[in-house]
């Protein structure tokens, strides 16, 4: 299946779910380049921005068990170019 690279951001709205996130991302390691978190202290949120490669299906079965965990909110973006 052919691979593709974007990027999922992810916003979290209560820390105590952090580690699960933290879990989710070491058990997907293979798939992130690169990551970046961001706490917004201000407004009490969390900004994750994932750099990935991976095929389709790999990025969305990410993005969907992170979307579902609570007071999390997770999106992607593909690049429309195949690796």
């Given at each position: 299946?052919?691979?593709?690279?974007?990027t999922i951001s992810i916003l979290v709205s209560d820390?105590?779910?952090i580690p699960k996130i933290n879990q989710l991302?070491?058990?997907?390691?293979?798939l992130i380049l690169a990551r970046q978190g961001l706490p917004i202290r201000e407004y009490e949120l969390n900004f994750i921005s994932l750099?990935?490669?991976?095929?389709?299906?790999?990025?969305?079965?990410?993005?969907?068990?992170?979307?579902?965990l609570p007071h999390v909110e997770a999106?992607?973006?593909?690049s429309k170019i195949k690796i």
């Open positions: 299946m052919e691979k593709r690279i974007g820390t105590e779910i991302l070491s058990d997907a390691g293979g750099i990935i490669e991976g095929n389709i299906n790999e990025i969305n079965a990410l993005t969907g068990r992170l979307g579902r999106k992607s973006m593909l």
